[in-house]
């Protein structure tokens, strides 16, 4: 096997990369967060296509979109699969409406509650994926739901973090005792795996429990077990595609609106831009809806430069080589993990003048630069998230409604700039959130409050 490796490498080096130590390779160059950030600093040496190596593993690292596509979307039979981490693999082994009532929710929230921000949006987005995944109506305030989906997803989240556990690295620590050195991850992934159980039977057993009384909403889940082929052999699939929904769901589109708020609070003369054309779009009697979408590209300018200065998945979504491949003369093994970089191709000085500057205007020239939506933000080819339109459309209704009624001002505190580095605004987990941050929110006009109480019968 060592003398096919050493052939197949003479033929076809590794993509070029920096030196590692013997046995760990690169491992511990990586830091725990903000590895978009040291992987850009190794770009600059090595170029947008480069590996590192993690105990033996090949982790191809790709800065360019172009690049990107051909393993994604070109080579997509080769580069479908993600990896299998198994840590992550520990959960599983072993065993919209027309004018956005939830958006409206969350906006009596803000009028209440305005220094609760992230819990009132993670409230928003968890709604949004319980009921687009189960019908589920959560309640204002606690919900049994949200709290267990949001542990869920914070301890999903950790098992995704490059370097969090040993044993993805070290797959042979999975056969060895708990009181083994290394080993504490057995007892966290039973931790984890227990609650993830409950997240996946839960909600599910709750719909066909309304299924039998005729009283389920409609869902991803009612649908699948109401359609004519379902069998009860696929109840196991039909979970995990749930749970995958809302996973996917709930805490990007979180971190995202999040995000934009910091941004509009970052940037007053974008807010006040934005709030003039919903004002002459909507006007200050009714709320705005889906429909007036097409009429406010200032806003959706503003979303769109959201999403390319704050990228909420700054490492894409990671896959993994099917088979050995070669590209441009260099050795991809099989195996090999495929790993955008995609928070450096949303900064790329060359496609967006001053990239760590948030500029709307950018998107409203007649050949804008490439969208982060195409091939950065949501990933590309086979893989691609499947939300992409129901994350903009929550994105636009969530913005909207939020700047047509509600002002965001800095505050003694408050940051002062969009600051990305490791001790600036941001998290630096996988799935980048902003770190809480202080702001005032002000109710814009009598009118407007109003109108946030009109939706008291909703609720
Ligand atoms: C701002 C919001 C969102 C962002 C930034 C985001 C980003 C991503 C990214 C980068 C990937 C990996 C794609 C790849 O490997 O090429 C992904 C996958 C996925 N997303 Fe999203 N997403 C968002 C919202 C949503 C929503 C609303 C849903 C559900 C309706 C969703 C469901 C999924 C699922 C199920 C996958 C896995 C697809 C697969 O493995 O085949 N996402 N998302």
Same mark, same amino acid.
């Given at each position: 096997?060592?003398?096919?490796?050493?052939?197949?490498?003479?033929?076809?080096? $590794?993509?070029?990369?920096?030196?590692?130590?013997?046995?760990?390779?690169?491992?511990?160059?990586?830091?725990? &967060? @903000?590895?978009?950030?040291?992987?850009?600093?190794?770009?600059?040496?090595?170029?947008?296509?480069?590996?590192?190596?993690?105990?033996?593993?090949?982790?191809?690292?790709? +800065?360019?979109?172009?690049?990107?596509?051909?393993?994604?979307?070109?080579?997509?039979?080769?580069?479908?699969?993600?990896?299998?981490?198994?840590?992550?693999?520990?959960?599983?082994?072993?065993?919209?409406?027309?004018?956005?009532?939830?958006?409206?929710?969350?906006?009596?929230?803000?009028? #209440?509650?305005?220094?609760?921000?992230?819990?009132?949006?993670?409230?928003?987005?968890? &709604?949004?994926?319980?009921? /687009?995944?189960?019908?589920?109506?959560?309640? &204002?305030?606690?919900?049994?739901?949200?709290? $267990?989906?949001?542990?869920?997803?914070?301890? @999903?989240?950790?098992?995704?973090?490059?370097?969090?556990?040993?044993?993805?690295? $070290?797959?042979?620590?999975?056969?060895?005792?708990?009181?083994?050195?290394?080993?504490?991850?057995?007892?966290?992934?039973?931790?984890?795996?227990?609650?993830?159980?409950?997240?996946?039977?839960?909600?599910?057993?709750?719909?066909?429990?309304? =299924?039998?009384?005729?009283?389920?909403?409609?869902?991803?889940?009612?649908?699948?077990? +109401?359609?004519?082929?379902?069998?009860?052999?696929? #109840?196991?699939?039909?979970?995990?595609?749930?749970?995958? %929904?809302?996973?996917?769901?709930? #805490?990007?589109?979180?971190?995202?609106?999040?995000?934009?708020?910091?941004?509009?609070?970052?940037?007053?003369?974008?807010?006040?831009?934005?709030?003039?054309? =919903?004002?002459?779009?909507?006007?200050?009697?009714?709320?705005?809806?889906?429909?007036?979408?097409?009429?406010?590209?200032?806003?959706?300018?503003?979303?769109?430069?959201?999403?390319?200065?704050?990228?909420?998945?700054?490492?894409?979504?990671?896959?993994?080589?099917?088979?050995? #491949?070669?590209?441009?003369?260099?050795? /991809?093994?099989?195996?090999?993990?495929?790993?955008?970089?995609?928070?450096?191709?949303?900064?790329?000085?060359?496609?967006?003048?001053?990239?760590?500057?948030? *500029?709307?205007?950018?998107?409203?020239?007649?050949?804008?630069?490439?969208?982060?939506?195409?091939? %950065?933000?949501?990933?590309?080819?086979?893989?691609?998230?499947?939300? /992409?339109?129901?994350?903009?459309?929550?994105?636009? %209704?969530?913005?909207?409604?939020?700047?047509?009624? @509600?002002?965001?001002?800095?505050?003694?505190?408050?940051?002062?700039?969009?600051?990305?580095?490791?001790?600036?605004?941001?998290?630096?987990?996988?799935?980048?959130?902003?770190?809480?941050?202080?702001?005032? *929110?002000?109710?814009?006009?009598?009118?407007?409050?109003?109108?946030?109480?009109? /939706?008291?019968?909703?609720?």
């Amino acid at each position: 096997y060592v003398g096919y490796q050493f052939s197949r490498q003479l033929r076809n080096p $590794l993509p070029p990369g920096p030196n590692g130590l013997p046995l760990v390779g690169n491992a511990l160059n990586v830091p725990g &967060s @903000f590895q978009w950030l040291k992987f850009r600093e190794w770009s600059k040496q090595y170029g947008s296509f480069y590996s590192l190596n993690f105990f033996g593993k090949t982790m191809v690292v790709i +800065s360019s979109p172009q690049i990107l596509s051909e393993f994604t979307e070109k080579r997509h039979l080769n580069y479908s699969e993600r990896p299998k981490l198994p840590m992550a693999q520990a959960l599983r082994d072993e065993s919209g409406d027309g004018k956005g009532l939830l958006s409206r929710r969350m906006m009596r929230a803000m009028l #209440d509650n305005p220094t609760n921000l992230a819990d009132n949006i993670r409230h928003w987005s968890t &709604s949004l994926a319980l009921k /687009i995944a189960y019908g589920y109506e959560t309640k &204002s305030g606690r919900d049994e739901f949200i709290t $267990l989906a949001d542990t869920v997803l914070r301890q @999903f989240a950790h098992t995704q973090k490059p370097g969090a556990f040993m044993v993805d690295l $070290l797959p042979f620590l999975k056969h060895v005792p708990t009181w083994f050195p290394g080993a504490a991850f057995k007892t966290t992934a039973n931790v984890y795996r227990n609650n993830f159980h409950e997240m996946m039977d839960i909600p599910f057993n709750m719909v066909q429990e309304q =299924l039998k009384r005729g009283t389920a909403k409609q869902s991803f889940t009612t649908d699948l077990l +109401s359609a004519e082929d379902y069998s009860a052999d696929k #109840d196991y699939a039909l979970k995990t595609s749930a749970v995958t %929904i809302y996973g996917g769901a709930a #805490d990007t589109t979180a971190g995202q609106y999040h995000g934009f708020l910091l941004l509009m609070m970052l940037y007053p003369d974008a807010r006040k831009k934005a709030q003039q054309e =919903l004002d002459r779009v909507v006007g200050p009697d009714r709320l705005p809806d889906y429909s007036d979408r097409d009429r406010l590209p200032y806003l959706e300018a503003c979303i769109a430069e959201a999403m390319r200065c704050h990228v909420v998945a700054p490492l894409g979504g990671m896959r993994v080589a099917a088979q050995d #491949d070669v590209y441009d003369g260099f050795l /991809i093994p099989r195996g090999a993990l495929i790993q955008p970089n995609a928070w450096q191709m949303a900064h790329d000085p060359e496609v967006y003048e001053n990239p760590m500057e948030y *500029i709307p205007e950018r998107w409203l020239v007649p050949n804008p630069p490439l969208h982060p939506r195409d091939g %950065i933000s949501f990933g590309s080819g086979r893989r691609i998230c499947p939300g /992409i339109v129901l994350a903009e459309s929550s994105l636009f %209704i969530g913005t909207a409604m939020f700047l047509s009624l @509600f002002d965001i001002y800095a505050v003694d505190g408050s940051p002062t700039f969009f600051d990305q580095s490791e001790n600036g605004v941001l998290d630096g987990e996988p799935l980048c959130h902003p770190k809480p941050f202080k702001s005032r *929110i002000k109710v814009r006009s009598a009118k407007a409050e109003a109108l946030v109480k009109s /939706i008291d019968h909703e609720l």
